[in-house]
């Protein structure tokens, strides 16, 4: 049987993730919230206990030149609760010195933790305690089972996420996709423990391949919860991943465990925090189904000599296997590291077969580097925002969306969903029909309110133009398609797809590189050197991560253009329906049908040939009814849709789009010029979910439902606003966009290039940057982030590394004491609790 390991890894570290997520069935010895309800002794309030939630080895100190500190004097290798007393201090660099102290910006904790190449076993646990992090089961002890929507990509960290790491871009790539979890946190009062049972479904719908579905149970049981003298607090989780045998040639309907996992604290009779971690899944498991092409084994023992981290020492080990399909060749690697720290220095030594030392590393736990993964914006000052009144600290808060349920006329399954401004995300089900009715879920309980979904062919993108002087892209790196490659004079230069180039001190853009798409994402090949050549008014058309996309230079001007980009609503204002679009270039014929998409040679059939009278455009009309936005060919009447078209055979399988409308043909002298009018449209049709705008609006009333967009900047870099001290940017543009929930996106991403294949974002933003839109000011705060330690060989002196520790053994993981069968229902259907959010 094949499985995918990578896919496979992350389904079920994202679920096992929500595992330790634990994060806080908060209360007790170091609590959270609490209910008066079930289980309780009399009116006496029970709180939950504070579990971890996050782990790093070590932690940074704070050093004299850097900007982050944690103030709980950082612990060693630890599982440590930033926030109360482990919140990290706002590294501010202005503007927040009058915010009040109960505002949301100084109370909202920041989470960091450490990672080092020693520290790999532990980048499933850390992603559990992101996901958990979504639960707010601290809140929620007694109030029975609920179901929390998480958003397991926001936890995938380490990894490229810069737009042009996806081939085939769309301008709805952002849209949510949600898993569904069951929770259910229970203590019987303040003196036994808590245990939380937690049943997280596959959420990996959209990954394909022969994967079957994987489900996981955690359980855990909690006797004392994080402290000051107890930072690890006492607790035992246990976790199995389960398939059904049926999809591995087994008995249908019998469950088979295809992971498990074990993470306690340790009572090692000395007063020392310590704690263990194992995990074993795929092939490497005692008794695991034949043919499977993947397997690993993780490990890690740790133990602080003091309750603050000042020293410690630590032992991991990661062991891997992965067979080929395609040749049956077998991958398998093995890595054990033994680690101590002291108060101002980390020393890691690789071991050989675990025993023979053969390679070492010191590195300093006073001098680091921070990444930031997720942001949090906050109002600058008092004032009013989308219509309601906001406090200076206040943190910003958009309407996203709500969930329903649907009832699926043709199988009679009930599903659950969410929808919002990027669309809607339906559990178990890739889309809704035109026309279905949905009823918003109530969180009181009440009956919810019918809504009807509407589904457009296509999807409308406003560009509005945005110049900067040529200069600023000095030393960036673009990607270019249009170079003529039989003018560079490389070997095979035919093979790249594209190409990198950057722009020199004399203002002309350079090729350094070819582009092509391997299994993995983009490939780079380092090339010579070739100037591109224009002649005086040829467009050169780039890509940019940095600013969002699309840059168009003319050659002989001073200055470039870029776009930022906005999904048309139905009920946008900017637009009404009969208004007209006039367009020159790359025009979508309308009617369009499968067998015109049959017969083509190429996707350009598909368009009308290009106009190169500037006063004989195509004219297309936006047609707005019934929650629809639709585009109309003006040539033949019809509708411009590739909604229901196979479009594979012409490699649209991302769908196909128009270039540039207008809205008017005024001030144009040059049909080029709709490329860099201040304000242009897009179409873009196809059979994805992302191709298309779906809407729902008031089943009795036809009222639209209206979210709030991303707050969306062209971002100036400044002197002082990098996190790490790095000014090389200062000058440098991005579009950045924010959609609430620590989601601030638009930097690109770059290769940490130290052997570690990490990837972090190419700006780190300092706490108190200022962010301006739409006339408001908004703080940024970083909630989320990693840190690496930099080195400082010969530095570590006299530290060293023990082989006294031992790690645990599969035979230390408990068995979950409850089925997937045992799953319980909610009394009440909608989520308590979305992506953190309690509702």
């Known amino acids: 049987m094949r499985y995918q390991p990578v896919v496979y890894w992350r389904r079920l570290a994202a679920a096992s993730a929500f595992i330790i997520a634990l994060s806080g069935c908060g209360g007790g010895g170091g609590g959270g919230g609490g209910s008066t309800d079930g289980g309780n002794t009399g009116d006496e309030e029970v709180s939950g206990l504070t579990m971890p939630d996050s782990v790093s080895v070590v932690q940074t100190r704070q ?137 997280v479904p596959d959420g990996g719908g959209g990954d394909g391949g022969d994967d079957p579905s994987q489900n996981i149970m955690v359980q855990v049981t909690a006797t004392e919860g994080v402290s000051a003298d107890n930072p690890f607090g006492a607790f035992s989780l246990d976790y199995a991943g389960v398939v059904d045998a049926g999809d591995v040639g087994g008995t249908p309907g019998d469950m088979l465990t295809m992971m498990v996992g074990h993470l306690a604290t340790v009572d090692n009779g000395l007063a020392k925090p310590q704690f263990e971690f194992v995990e074993v899944a795929g092939s490497k498991m005692d008794g695991a189904p034949a043919g499977l092409d993947f397997g690993f084994d993780q490990r890690a023992a740790v133990l602080l000599d003091d309750a603050e981290g000042s020293s410690g020492t630590a ?51 006073e001098d680091f580097n921070s990444y930031v993964w997720r942001y949090n914006l906050y109002h600058a000052a008092d004032g009013s925002f989308d219509g309601e009144t906001v406090a200076a600290g206040e943190r910003v808060r958009l309407n996203s969306g709500f969930p329903f349920r649907y009832q699926d006329p043709q199988s009679g399954d009930t599903l659950d969903g969410y929808v919002g401004y990027w669309g809607v995300w339906l559990n178990g089900q890739s889309t809704l029909p035109d026309g279905a009715s949905v009823e918003r879920l109530s969180f009181d309980g009440a009956e919810g309110t019918p809504y009807t979904v509407n589904v457009s062919d296509g999807r409308l993108t406003r560009r509005e133009a945005v110049q900067k002087p040529l200069g600023s892209l000095t030393g960036d790196t673009l990607e270019a398609w249009d170079v003529q490659h039989d003018t560079l004079g490389y070997p095979g230069e035919a093979g790249y797809e594209s190409w990198v180039v950057t722009l020199n001190a004399s203002n002309e853009f350079v090729i350094v590189q070819g582009l092509t798409w391997g299994e993995s994402g983009p490939e780079y090949t380092d090339v010579a050197p070739s100037t591109v050549s224009l002649t005086n008014g040829e467009q050169l058309w780039l890509w940019s991560d940095a600013l969002g996309g699309d840059v168009v230079y003319t050659a002989g001007e001073s200055s470039i253009t870029f776009y930022s980009h906005a999904t048309v609503m139905p009920n946008d204002a900017t637009l009404a329906s009969g208004d007209m679009l006039y367009c020159y270039d790359r025009c979508l014929m309308g009617g369009l049908t499968q067998t015109q998409v049959d017969n083509a040679t190429s996707s350009t059939e598909l368009f009308h040939p290009t106009a190169n009278d500037v006063a004989s455009p195509y004219t297309y009309t936006v047609q707005i009814s019934g929650g629809k936005l639709s585009l109309v060919d003006n040539a033949n009447g019809m509708a411009v849709s590739a909604a229901d078209l196979d479009m594979s055979g012409l490699d649209q399988d ?32 196809g059979g994805n979910d992302w191709n298309r705008v779906v809407t729902v609006s008031d089943a009795s009333t036809g009222t639209l439902a209206d979210f709030d ?31 609430g929930n620590g989601d601030l996106w638009g930097f690109p991403w770059v290769d940490s290039a130290d052997g570690m294949n990490r990837w972090y974002p190419a700006m780190n933003l300092a706490d108190g940057v200022v962010l301006s839109s739409g006339g408001n000011d908004f703080l940024v705060k970083a909630v989320d982030m990693e840190q690496t330690l930099q080195d400082a060989p010969g530095e570590c002196g006299t530290l060293a590394v023990s082989d006294s520790l031992t790690l645990p053994a599969p035979d230390d993981i408990g068995t979950v004491a409850f089925a997937w069968s045992d799953m319980p229902t909610p009394a009440n259907e909608a989520p308590a609790v979305i992506e953190g959010e309690v509702q």
């Open 654 to 685: 991302w769908g196909i789009n128009t270039g540039n409308m207008v809205p008017s043909t005024d001030g144009l002298s040059s049909v080029w010029d709709v490329y860099a009018a201040p304000v242009s449209y897009n179409w873009e049709t």
């Open 315 to 365: 032992r991991t080990s990661v062991d891997e296997e992965y067979t080929d399909p395609e040749t049956g060749t077998l991958y398998s690697e093995s890595r054990t590291y033994d680690t101590a720290f002291n108060a101002t220095h980390f020393k890691r030594v690789k071991l050989d077969n675990e025993s023979s030392q053969t390679d070492e590393a010191c590195t300093s736990r």
């Open 63 to 199: 050093s004299t030149d850097t900007q982050s500190s944690s103030t709980s004097a950082d612990g060693g290798f630890q599982i440590s609760r930033l926030g109360g007393d482990g919140t990290l201090e706002p590294m501010t660099v202005a503007n927040t010195g009058a915010l009040p102290d109960d505002s949301d910006y100084r109370l909202d904790p920041q989470r960091a933790h450490v990672y080092d190449a020693s520290m790999e076993s532990l980048n499933m646990v850390n992603m559990i305690l992101c996901l958990m992090d979504q639960t707010e089961a601290e809140n929620m002890v007694n109030a029975g089972a609920y179901y929390a929507l998480v958003d397991e990509n926001k936890c995938e960290k380490g990894q490229n996420q810069s737009s042009s790491a996806t081939q085939g871009q769309s301008s709805a790539g952002n849209g949510k996709q949600y898993n569904r979890w069951v929770i259910e946190s229970t203590r019987a009062d303040n003196a036994s423990p808590m245990r939380v049972r937690i049943w």
């Open 709 to 739: 967009q991303p707050l969306r900047f062209a971002y100036e870099v400044e002197t002082g606003d990098d996190r790490n001290g790095d000014d090389s940017r200062a000058g440098k543009t991005f579009m950045l966009e924010y959609g």
